[in-house]
């Protein structure tokens, strides 16, 4: 199968890698040149402009930032013929999501945003949370078969995919940021970090997603993939989303400030990690 990857942020390098050890022929597209050197050096190709990726592809997978930068690229796509399935992993509005699908050939878009960070996709352990027709999603399953060690299928309507992954994210941010509370706590109080660290791996009360992030907020240079812009924006969209529904999120509210805060204070380009130096500072 031919493939494209549109954005080549760490997660789309490590979407690009997985396909190509699977065989996939890849191509990619960056909107800033030379992000793509461990791609080119797997085997992947690189073009000059999205058109250009995605021409000849069966598909095209989208790794990118947020709503305004889907939007642009799928206005770019719009007319190539044959028209690949456009299959979008980004974390965006439900809604930018519909018009993503509005805006595809065709029509053909699958949205398929992905649970798990970008090493849990290059070994094959993450989720792909998917919406859309379910005849373009069977034609896929290459995909999801080599890339994802699992899928849930949400439904017709992309934006419900894309609903599921920001009430994910909303967990793993908020139970982050009070995850950073505990740890500068028992630092401030000078408790044994070796002891803190093996209960805190330990206790239930601690989500095994957070696991990963724990020594980074314990000792850390918060050097990870999920930056604190970007999960200032996700917080804002998953209280949005909410709040469409007639519900208020007063936690989340003080999270994505928490959140913003990091990124105001120089830790913006920084994993979410970061935000426990807020505590610190």
């Excluded at 080549?8 to 050197?37: E, I, K, Q, S, Y």
């Excluded at 509210?253 to 959140?259: F, P």
Aim: charged residues 25%; contains cysteine.
């Amino acid at each position: 199968m031919r493939v494209a990857v549109l954005g080549m942020g760490r997660m789309g390098r490590a979407l690009a890698r997985r396909l190509l050890a699977h065989d996939f022929a890849v191509a990619v597209w960056n909107r800033t040149p030379g992000r793509a050197a461990e791609v080119l050096d797997a085997g992947g190709e690189e073009a000059a402009t999205p058109e250009a990726a995605a021409a000849g592809r069966d598909a095209v997978l989208l790794s990118l930032a947020d709503d305004e930068a889907v939007r642009e690229v799928m206005e770019r796509l719009w007319g190539i013929e044959p028209g690949p399935v456009v299959v979008d992993t980004s974390t965006i509005s439900p809604a930018a999501s519909r018009a993503a699908r509005d805006l595809a050939p065709g029509r053909s878009y699958v949205a398929a945003p992905i649970a798990g960070g970008p090493t849990m996709v290059i070994e094959g352990k993450a989720t792909a949370l998917i919406g859309g027709d379910r005849a373009l999603v069977e034609r896929l399953e290459p995909i999801w078969a080599d890339v994802f060690s699992s899928t849930a299928y949400c439904g017709e309507d992309p934006g419900t995919a894309v609903a599921y992954k920001l009430l994910n994210n909303y967990l793993l941010m908020s139970g982050l940021a009070a995850l950073g509370e505990v740890v500068a706590t028992a630092q401030a109080l000078g408790l044994d970090e070796g002891l803190t660290r093996a209960l805190l791996l330990q206790w239930p009360t601690v989500a095994p997603m957070l696991h990963g992030r724990l020594d980074d907020l314990i000792t850390g240079d918060h050097g990870g993939w999920f930056t604190t812009r970007l999960g200032a924006k996700d917080l804002r969209l998953a209280r949005m989303l909410a709040a469409g529904a007639g519900v208020d999120l007063p936690l989340a509210r003080l999270v994505e400030r928490r959140y913003e805060e990091a990124a105001e204070k120089g830790w913006s380009d920084h994993d979410i990690a970061a935000v426990v130096e807020l505590l610190r500072q």
